[in-house]
């Protein structure tokens, strides 16, 4: 059974109403997928023909390299998207595959049904563009940070990009998590050099406000670089 009040919490239908979005997929076809652990939902390099929205558990994004070592990429929890970006395009090919880590229950709409959701209603429009841009603008910063070689360097690279050149204070509005994903590294790395850099007093983080303190060490540490 659907639950369309989960629905509207997925990036791609927020703002509609749990009514609308039942009364919308009601007039398109779709199919609810079931996995269990180690399911396989999609292979690298297959075409991309159903918008996935994944209703309950989590599934993985993992790289296979040519010497046959395994990367994750990253967890994709309910109710969130599956490969957005890759549902239009010359190559809308899935770029990793995707496992399930335990039991999963996936909407899967056809890209010709989603595009008649999209014509019907400007909000799924908007919603789409928008979650597919902030990707695009995600993967974007993330290439800057293959510049620099070290955490610290990475570090001082966000913190003075975010501080612009009139702030000295901002408000960090992502968690530790997804602060590591940007910069590539793993938490706990990521989280000791913050720690080495406060004591340092390069700047300081409270509660979710992060104060520069000393700009110009955090220059050195790029110039450096």
Do not use: W
Not at 15 to 27: H, M, Q, V
Not at 103 to 112: E, G, T
Not at 141 to 154: A, M, P, S, V
Request: contains cysteine; aromatic residues 8%.
């Amino acid at each position: 059974m659907m639950n369309y009040n989960l629905l509207t919490q997925c990036p791609v239908f927020k703002g509609i109403p749990e009514n609308e979005s039942k009364k919308f997929l009601n007039e398109i076809h779709f199919q609810v997928k079931s996995y269990t652990k180690g399911d396989v939902v999609a292979i690298a390099g297959e075409p991309v023909k159903n918008l996935f929205i994944v209703l309950s558990g989590s599934v993985k994004g993992e790289m296979i390299e040519y010497s046959g070592k395994i990367i994750k990429i990253e967890d994709i929890e309910a109710p969130l998207p599956l490969a957005t970006a890759f549902l239009f395009g010359n190559e809308n090919r899935f770029p990793v595959t995707v496992t399930a880590n335990n039991d999963v229950r996936i909407l899967a709409i056809p890209v010709s049904e989603f595009l008649k959701l999209m014509q019907s209603n400007t909000q799924i429009l908007v919603n789409y563009l928008n979650s597919i841009s902030s990707r695009s603008q995600f993967l974007t910063q993330k290439l800057q940070f293959l510049n620099f070689k070290t955490i610290r360097e990475k570090v001082a690279h966000f913190l003075l990009q975010r501080i612009g050149d009139r702030l000295h204070s901002f408000e960090l509005n992502t968690t530790q998590q997804q602060l590591a994903e940007l910069l590539g590294v793993t938490r706990p790395a990521m989280a000791r050099v913050l720690s080495e850099m406060q004591r340092e007093k390069l700047f300081k983080i409270e509660k979710k406000t992060v104060t520069i303190l000393n700009r110009k060490k955090l220059n050195e540490v790029l110039k450096n670089a």
